[in-house]
């Protein structure tokens, strides 16, 4: 079965921040503001661009007025819960054509998993109870909780559930993208980029 998700080269974007110590008045400043409204100062310093074996590397840096940097790289990955492993492999693997990362610690837990490879992410799938309840779930899931995958092309992955008899709604904004759920009700969006 061919793979809907196909290997691309990718850009190291991720800014490089550096921030100061906070002293006492300063903390006390920062805890009672909220930080959802707290304004970010960024000085763009420079780019930098390498070229090695074919690819750019593009690194940018900035200075930022922002006391809480701890290192945000992106998303390691994204737990689901399932009923049925199998299930859920048959789906993840066989119909979105995903591969299982064989490194990460399948056994060493103590409930069956798998760990899914979504691009240098994951998708970690793990056999326990959910008490989510799965019926009565909102029709869209863009209106439930739900994990986002990026994707080249939305009507080829539309063909594919077509024709795996699959459920899904298409996004309200007319964007390219479009929610399913697996087999155990969790809301998955695929987005065209």
């Not at 800014?15 to 000085?43: D, G, H, I, M, W």
């Not at 995903?98 to 069956?112: F, S, T, W």
């Not at 863009?142 to 009507?155: K, W, Y």
Request: proline fraction near 5%; hydrophobic fraction near 35%; charge should be neutral.
């Amino acid at each position: 079965m061919a793979s809907i998700f196909r290997t691309s080269i990718s850009l190291d974007l991720r800014p490089k921040v550096a921030c100061t110590n906070l002293s006492s008045k300063e903390r006390l400043e920062f805890q009672s503001k909220n930080l959802r409204k707290e304004k970010l100062n960024v000085r763009l310093r420079g780019v930098k661009a390498n070229q090695a074996q074919g690819t750019s590397a593009v690194t940018e840096e900035k200075e930022l007025n922002n006391k809480t940097d701890y290192g945000v790289v992106g998303v390691h990955h994204v737990g689901l819960l399932c009923e049925n492993l199998e299930r859920s492999l048959e789906f993840y693997q066989n119909l979105l054509g995903l591969e299982i990362n064989e490194a990460r610690p399948h056994d060493k837990l103590p409930y069956r998993g798998a760990w899914l490879w979504v691009g240098a992410e994951m998708i970690h799938l793990m056999e326990l109870p959910n008490p989510d309840p799965l019926t009565g779930r909102p029709e869209h899931g863009g209106r439930d909780r739900h994990a986002c995958i990026a994707i080249r092309d939305v009507s080829n992955l539309k063909e594919i559930l077509d024709k795996a008899g699959i459920e899904y709604t298409m996004s309200k904004s007319g964007r390219p993208a479009l929610f399913t759920r697996d087999p155990d009700a969790n809301a998955l969006e695929f987005t065209q980029i």
